[in-house]
């Protein structure tokens, strides 16, 4: 399974950006795909995550990200808006996700890196 992500860039704070991710390979619609992120010397950061029918987000972000996803391209989306200088970062897609103590993903993508300039 090859996860491709793209999307990334530079913006100013309060700006939009949305990133799209390709899944290839021998996959599944049922299963929960979903996004990451890491700020430099931070840990990673569970950031959305999308089922067939529902919707996971981290704290930091509900009501400014959504996510989605369109599985006759195999492919998820996220949009991002009212961006804040915090969300620099390194947003990787991963696919074959399930919760355990904490979300856990078995198929990563290399990321994209999203940067917001105050």
């Known amino acids: 399974v090859q996860l491709q992500a793209s999307g990334g860039g530079l913006v100013q704070a309060g700006g939009s950006l949305r990133l799209s991710c390709t899944v290839s390979?021998?996959?599944?619609?049922?299963?929960?795909m979903g996004w990451f992120r890491q700020a430099p010397g931070k840990e990673r950061e569970f950031v959305a995550i999308?089922?067939?029918?529902?919707?996971y987000y981290g704290d930091s972000v509900k009501g400014r990200f959504t996510i989605s996803r369109d599985n006759a391209k195999n492919t998820i989306n996220l949009q991002m808006v009212s961006l804040k200088p915090e969300d620099t970062a390194v947003y990787y897609c991963?696919?074959?996700?399930?919760?355990?103590?904490?979300?856990?993903?078995?198929?990563w993508g290399q990321g994209t890196l999203v940067t917001v300039s105050s």
């Open positions: 991963a696919t074959r996700c399930a919760y355990r103590t904490d979300w856990v993903c078995d198929y």
């Open positions: 390979g021998r996959t599944a619609s049922t299963y929960y």
């Open positions: 999308i089922s067939l029918s529902s919707t």
